[in-house]
């Protein structure tokens, strides 16, 4: 066996712009989902509480579809199979911001859900007494309160999307991975190349996560 | 003077449980009813069915006259169908105080008496803050507006939530128990709240366990059992002079309340 | 209009079938490898010498803080480079896949043995039984019950994480389906029955996982919220 190994990050350092793309895209596929993800996990969310069944049924369908389907497999699918049926192109970006949206839109509709029902129905009920109608008990009671309860979860689900964009690399999106995949395919560096993604990523990630427990314990005491 | 509330034939079943079996009643303005009746007796959904907080299965409710719902179809198939602005517009004319407060949380003392007022009544935020500036003055807690409703004992609470109520300007009020839950310290302050409505001539419907007070205040008082007015009367009448058993047999039950004297009052 | 044609299914049955054997072999491998060290972790973690403690706890927060395919590269391309032996993907797939739920297994744990009151290991330790023994005998057992829902959530996380494993080429359900999709021209059809396998495998288990939560949930023995 051979343990003494070169290292060699000089090739990581003076390649650092094709890292650099790399985490710009990452951060382009992260914002997006996060946006288009949690945006439409709040509609799903409502869907799930609805009284009516036309929105509950479809908003239940999509939620455990995605839920219960690996975020990978459903990449796959929106890059290989959607297309032929998309009424429109779609390339790999596109293709891993749908799969990464609709997955991170799946588990934020339960953790919206969940933040309406811990809200007490005597609190409803106060709304309802005061003549207010149902959006505006939403809006203006319900919500508020809400808020506090669902912000420490949907971070921790934000910071899965930020995991979940590095398997875009898997249908070549040159996000940060996939930077990596080339760099030391010309380079033959893969050790250095992995280790500083891994790293960077373990800089980006491992605050966020500190952060949403900071959040939990601020957001629990205060109620 | 008329009936500014009546409810004609009011019914109420959950499945197979019929709570209110028939209720009649005409409520004159200024006037002052408290309901009284073991547990289950149906007081509670009574007074809850009348803002339609719960669903009455059917019956009729008149407010100063007016049918409250929509009338659909002809002739003999006529039946009432509740929209929510039927409803809403309603509640704004009935308020409503309960056992549990239910002030809202996340808003001080102040926004809480202003949201239904700026939300449902669409009035300026400086007419809804004078509103409920005079009304907090009159509960005694101007200084505790800016507070939330956490930093306050239970019976501030309770005020600021009559206070929330009556800043909607309702032609009746519905009080639901409002001093079960307080400590029997603080249960005065809110029954002094309520005498003084009545002093100002608010017509009201109350459904509680002091009976001392419900002597004192009370213009009539229902007797309630199993869903259906046993018995009404003038206080002397039902708490002295009842002629049901049934009724006789509850204030037995709370021979613990002090027999009022209407000398030293 | 798009004319769906389903019987590339059947005349692939075999290749899927073999597909789902290599995605059960590695989640079977890395929850038996996984969940042990997971324990063992845990228990490191909670040492009483900080020299231990602590980077076992840097060590495990890393490994949840980053991506798993990142690992999964990390071990498939660089770490034969180190050792200096080739690796296989199924070994690749396998480690990873174990390394990542054994952290996350361990904070799990490491939960559920925080959650014991003080006054059990006070009054164990009481009865002269050693840091070892009292865990064994009077900690764990409590512990696991509480721990339950979170591990089998956790565990249908780990086979969630298997199709990871196509990009290193092992031919789990996905990959064969890829390679079918590729070679039929159908992956309209291959991939949507393939994501139907795996809803059908994850869903159930869910639906389990939930319903025995929510009876813990009301018995008040779950840390899982």
Known sequence: MEFSYNWDFNSILFNWDVLAHGLLVTMQISAITLTAGLGFGFFLGLGRYSRLQIFRFPSNVFVELFRNVPALVVIIWFFFAFPIISPFEVDAFTAACLAISVNTAAFSADIYRAGIQSISPHQWEAGRALGMPYLTILRRIVFPQAIKRVIPPLTSRGIEAVKLSTLASVIAVNELLYSAKQLSAIHFNPIEAYTAVALIFFMIIYPLTRFSYFLERRLGHSD | MSAILSIKEMKKSFGSLDVLKGIDLEVKESETIVILGASGSGKSTMLRCINFLEMPTSGEIHLNDELVGTVRGKGENTNITYRESDLCSLRTKVGMVFQQFNLFPHMTVLENVMEGQVTVLKRKKIDASNRAKEQLGKVNLLDKIDQYPSHLSGGQQQRVAIARALAMDPKVMLFDEVTSALDPELVGEVLQTIRSLRDEGMTMLLVTHELGFAYHVADRILFLHEGQILEQGTPQDILFHSKQARTKEFLKGHAAFSLPNPETD | ?225
């Open chain 3, 1 to 225: 209009m798009y004319e769906w044609d389903f019987s590339v299914i059947p005349m692939n049955a075999d290749l899927l079938i073999m597909g789902l054997y290599g995605t059960i072999k590695v989640f079977v491998s890395a929850f038996v490898i996984g969940f042990p060290s997971g324990l063992i972790l845990a228990l490191m973690r909670l040492s009483r010498f900080k020299i231990i403690s602590i980077p076992i706890g840097l060590f495990i927060d890393f490994l949840r803080s980053t991506p798993a395919l990142i690992l999964l590269f990390w071990f498939f391309f660089a770490f034969p480079i180190i050792i200096g032996l080739m690796i296989q993907a199924f070994l690749a797939a396998t480690l990873t896949l174990a390394i990542v739920a054994a952290a996350f297994y361990a904070e799990i744990f490491r939960a559920g043995i925080n959650s014991i009151e003080r006054g059990q290991w006070e009054s164990a330790s009481a009865l002269g039984m050693t840091r070892l023994e009292l865990l064994r005998r009077v900690i764990l057992p409590q512990a696991i019950k509480r721990m339950i829902p979170a591990f089998l959530e956790r565990t249908i996380e780990l086979l969630k994480t298997t199709p990871l494993m196509a990009a290193v080429a092992y031919s789990d359900l996905l990959f064969q389906a890829m390679d079918i999709a590729q070679k039929t021209f159908r992956p309209l059809e291959v991939l949507t029955v393939v994501a139907g396998i795996y809803f059908m495998m994850i869903y159930p288990t869910s639906l389990g996982v939930r319903k025995l939560e929510r009876k813990l949930a009301k018995s008040g023995e779950s840390t899982v919220h």
